[in-house]
């Protein structure tokens, strides 16, 4: 609601409660006390009134001479011939019809005026927070915000980590500022841009700053914003958004969660046919097909979903272009922290790199998260700049969760938790080309980690030999192989290295064909590849009891042989995973230095 029409609200307001106290102290002042007819009838008898008014409930009684305040006195009627019995005392009196139009009128006039007051201000403040514009009359209004170039504050300089969608979309706003450029050979600008990438990984960063860079009006909408209840209202919106980017062209236009909007028509039969979204999807479709190209408008969107998009939306004269924005690697995540550091105090002697090595598969937002927490850390502490061992508490603190020191572990358990979790260092340590190990401890945290071992990649790795998953399953279980050589039994902390461990021997199985028995079979059912629509859930292929069973025995053989090789190699450094148990429950974590101690032992063992 604008503030004119506040104000005229609160004038009304306050004109109704001033009549109201006016009238209020009208009666106070006019009002005469009633008293019994026996005393009205006493002073009529002792001719002390003059005059008397009759109405249709009661007889007011005028003083020949006042009694103190008293001018008049007033008492209900009850004698039915009055006039008879008034003549018998020889007083005036006449009969008044009492006018109550105003009283009547106000006791209708206003309640009507406060109901349509409250009724006003509550659906005006409904309107301005379900998009503004006013009222009803609005409600097929587009809710797009437009950016001008100060407004987003973003520019590429601001996006790291993503190269080569950078690149495309520095394209795309070299396209709106030089449009004839590239048109002198025939080219046309691309229609629409389609970033499609995991969560948290800058797809609308990258919009930004775009909006930042192009110097042209920017609309910027979710893909939820069209949805509403009434049928109709999303395609009124989308013509409206169209037509206000048609009048400030060149523009862009850019559609976050695209796949709010966008989902496959039919895909999911028997819920539904002709409804509200595929309506405004139909008319989303028409406007990309329908706007020129020489007039320099071009559609951005986002989504993380993409095998749900409609695939009219990705075919050629549409999102002619699908720009994949994925989780960055080593390089990028050093970009990426270079941008968020600037924010901070940061050590001179701190290497980004060392960081980086310790995030892999992070997102932009995982890393800006990261940076934040390693200040906060460093800030608990009381120290003048962030170093790495606050980088360190800070991934320790998103991965594992938040140290729980009070939670009271008695000797046995965290003698337990000690050897299982050097069993996995230990086991990892002594793997070729295995990942150093960073840090092991026994601290609780999160909501049911015992202790923790953190190994730090030193490289990005995209393909994964046999020999490497067996490796990395040996070391998944090198806890359960500890307690059991050192207990003789075993514990349910081994619960989540169980589950990863069977996953891992699966895929080796029944997707990547590993098993001589089976053979190069793929028993999964395959992944859809991004961007290539599959609205119905792949089937799983047909399989046999022999082979289900001839599966199941491969993926224990796999386990049970990585389960014995971590338990020789600890049996042959016992000696070596007591010691290193000792110190574990001595100090609670052993850094990367004090590990390094215990790799050089078994390196000349």
Same mark, same amino acid.
């Given at each position: 609601?604008?503030?004119?029409?506040?104000?005229?609200?609160?004038?009304?307001?306050?004109?109704?409660?001033?009549?109201?106290?006016?009238?209020?102290?009208?009666?106070?002042?006019?009002?005469?006390?009633?008293?019994?007819?026996?005393?009205?009838?006493?002073?009529?008898?002792?001719?002390?009134?003059?005059?008397?008014?009759?109405?249709?409930?009661?007889?007011?009684?005028?003083?020949?001479?006042?009694?103190?305040?008293?001018?008049?006195?007033?008492?209900?009627?009850?004698?039915?011939?009055?006039?008879?019995?008034?003549?018998?005392?020889?007083?005036?009196?006449?009969?008044?019809?009492?006018?109550?139009?105003?009283?009547?009128?106000?006791?209708?006039?206003?309640?009507?005026?406060?109901?349509?007051?409250?009724?006003?201000?509550?659906?005006?403040?409904?309107?301005?927070?379900?998009?503004?514009?006013?009222?009803?009359?609005?409600?097929?209004?587009?809710?797009?915000?437009?950016?001008?170039?100060?407004?987003?504050?973003?520019?590429?300089?601001?996006?790291?980590?993503?190269?080569?969608?950078?690149?495309?979309?520095?394209?795309?706003?070299?396209?709106?500022?030089?449009?004839?450029?590239?048109?002198?050979?025939?080219?046309?600008?691309?229609?629409?841009?389609?970033?499609?990438?995991?969560?948290?990984?800058?797809?609308?960063?990258?919009?930004?700053?775009?909006?930042?860079?192009?110097?042209?009006?920017?609309?910027?909408?979710?893909?939820?914003?069209?949805?509403?209840?009434?049928?109709?209202?999303?395609?009124?919106?989308?013509?409206?958004?169209?037509?206000?980017?048609?009048?400030?062209?060149?523009?862009?236009?850019?559609?976050?969660?695209?796949?709010?909007?966008?989902?496959?028509?039919?895909?999911?039969?028997?819920?539904?046919?002709?409804?509200?979204?595929?309506?405004?999807?139909?008319?989303?479709?028409?406007?990309? $097909?329908?706007? @020129?190209?020489?007039?320099?408008?071009? !559609? =951005?969107?986002?989504?993380? #979903?993409?095998?749900? *998009? +409609? &695939? %009219?939306?990705?075919?050629?004269?549409?999102?002619?272009?699908?720009?994949?924005? $994925?989780?960055? @690697?080593?390089?990028?995540?050093?970009? !990426? =922290?270079?941008?968020?550091? #600037?924010?901070?105090? *940061? +050590? &001179? %002697?701190?290497?980004?790199?060392?960081?980086?090595?310790?995030?892999?598969?992070?997102?932009?937002? @995982?890393?800006?998260?990261?940076?934040?927490?390693?200040?906060?850390?460093?800030?608990?502490?009381?120290?003048?700049?962030?170093?790495?061992?606050?980088?360190?508490?800070?991934?320790?603190?998103?991965?594992?969760?938040?140290?729980?020191?009070?939670?009271?572990?008695?000797?046995?358990?965290?003698?337990?938790?000690?050897?299982?979790?050097?069993?996995?260092?230990?086991?990892?340590?002594?793997?070729?080309?295995?990942?150093?190990?960073?840090?092991?401890?026994?601290?609780?945290?999160?909501?049911?980690?015992?202790?923790?071992?953190?190994?730090?990649?030193?490289?990005?790795?995209?393909?994964?030999?046999?020999?490497?998953?067996?490796?990395?399953?040996?070391?998944?279980?090198?806890?359960?192989?500890?307690?059991?050589?050192?207990?003789?039994?075993?514990?349910?902390?081994?619960?989540?290295?169980?589950?990863?461990?069977?996953?891992?021997?699966?895929?080796?199985?029944?997707?990547?064909?590993?098993?001589?028995?089976?053979?190069?079979?793929?028993?999964?059912?395959?992944?859809?590849?991004?961007?290539?629509?599959?609205?119905?859930?792949?089937?799983?292929?047909?399989?046999?009891?022999?082979?289900?069973?001839?599966?199941?025995?491969?993926?224990?053989?796999?386990?049970?042989?990585?389960?014995?090789?971590?338990?020789?190699?600890?049996?042959?450094?016992?000696?070596?995973?007591?010691?290193?148990?000792?110190?574990?429950?001595?100090?609670?974590?052993?850094?990367?230095?004090?590990?390094?101690?215990?790799?050089?032992?078994?390196?000349?063992?």
């Amino acid at each position: 609601m604008d503030k004119k029409h506040a104000w005229n609200l609160g004038y009304w307001l306050l004109a109704v409660l001033a009549v109201l106290w006016a009238q209020q102290l009208w009666q106070a002042v006019v009002r005469v006390e009633p008293v019994p007819y026996s005393e009205f009838e006493k002073a009529l008898a002792e001719h002390r009134i003059d005059e008397v008014t009759i109405t249709d409930r009661t007889l007011t009684g005028h003083l020949k001479v006042p009694d103190g305040r008293k001018t008049a006195l007033v008492a209900t009627r009850v004698e039915p011939d009055i006039a008879d019995w008034l003549d018998k005392y020889g007083v005036r009196y006449s009969r008044v019809v009492e006018n109550t139009l105003l009283r009547d009128l106000m006791s209708w006039i206003v309640p009507a005026l406060v109901f349509i007051g409250l009724w006003y201000f509550v659906i005006r403040r409904m309107a301005d927070r379900a998009g503004g514009m006013g009222g009803f009359l609005s409600i097929g209004k587009s809710r797009a915000k437009v950016y001008v170039q100060a407004d987003t504050g973003v520019t590429f300089a601001d996006v790291a980590g993503v190269d080569e969608a950078r690149a495309e979309l520095a394209e795309v706003v070299d396209f709106l500022k030089n449009p004839k450029q590239y048109g002198r050979l025939g080219a046309h600008i691309p229609r629409g841009v389609l970033l499609v990438g995991p969560p948290g990984t800058g797809k609308t960063l990258l919009a930004k700053a775009v909006a930042g860079e192009a110097a042209v009006p920017f609309f910027s909408i979710s893909g939820s914003e069209f949805v509403e209840m009434f049928v109709g209202v999303g395609a009124a919106r989308v013509r409206d958004l169209f037509e206000q980017a048609r009048q400030r062209a060149p523009a862009i236009i850019f559609i976050d969660e695209l796949d709010a909007l966008g989902r496959a028509r039919g895909a999911f039969g028997g819920l539904g046919g002709h409804d509200e979204k595929e309506q405004t999807l139909n008319q989303l479709l028409a406007e990309m $097909d329908g706007f @020129d190209t020489s007039v320099g408008l071009i !559609i =951005l969107a986002a989504t993380n #979903r993409p095998e749900v *998009l +409609d &695939p %009219a939306l990705l075919r050629a004269g549409r999102f002619d272009r699908q720009v994949l924005v $994925d989780r960055p @690697d080593r390089k990028g995540r050093i970009d !990426i =922290l270079e941008v968020h550091v #600037r924010k901070i105090t *940061l +050590d &001179p %002697a701190l290497v980004l790199d060392e960081v980086a090595a310790l995030t892999p598969g992070f997102s932009g937002a @995982d890393l800006a998260n990261l940076v934040n927490e390693a200040a906060l850390a460093a800030t608990r502490r009381q120290a003048a700049a962030v170093q790495m061992r606050d980088f360190t508490a800070a991934v320790e603190r998103i991965v594992a969760g938040l140290e729980r020191r009070s939670r009271l572990i008695n000797d046995k358990e965290r003698r337990w938790v000690a050897y299982h979790e050097m069993g996995h260092a230990l086991v990892a340590l002594s793997m070729p080309d295995g990942d150093p190990v960073h840090k092991v401890s026994i601290i609780p945290r999160g909501i049911g980690a015992l202790g923790y071992t953190i190994q730090r990649q030193s490289e990005d790795r995209y393909l994964s030999t046999r020999g490497e998953m067996q490796r990395r399953i040996a070391v998944l279980l090198g806890g359960r192989a500890a307690e059991l050589l050192v207990f003789d039994e075993f514990s349910s902390g081994a619960a989540d290295d169980l589950a990863r461990a069977t996953a891992i021997a699966r895929e080796m199985v029944m997707r990547h064909g590993m098993d001589e028995g089976i053979g190069p079979v793929t028993i999964e059912p395959p992944q859809s590849n991004l961007l290539e629509v599959t609205p119905m859930p792949a089937a799983r292929p047909p399989v046999s009891e022999a082979l289900q069973q001839r599966v199941d025995e491969a993926v224990r053989g796999i386990l049970w042989a990585a389960l014995g090789r971590a338990r020789a190699l600890l049996q042959r450094h016992r000696e070596l995973l007591d010691r290193s148990a000792r110190e574990l429950l001595e100090k609670e974590t052993l850094d990367e230095a004090a590990i390094a101690v215990y790799a050089q032992a078994l390196h000349k063992a």
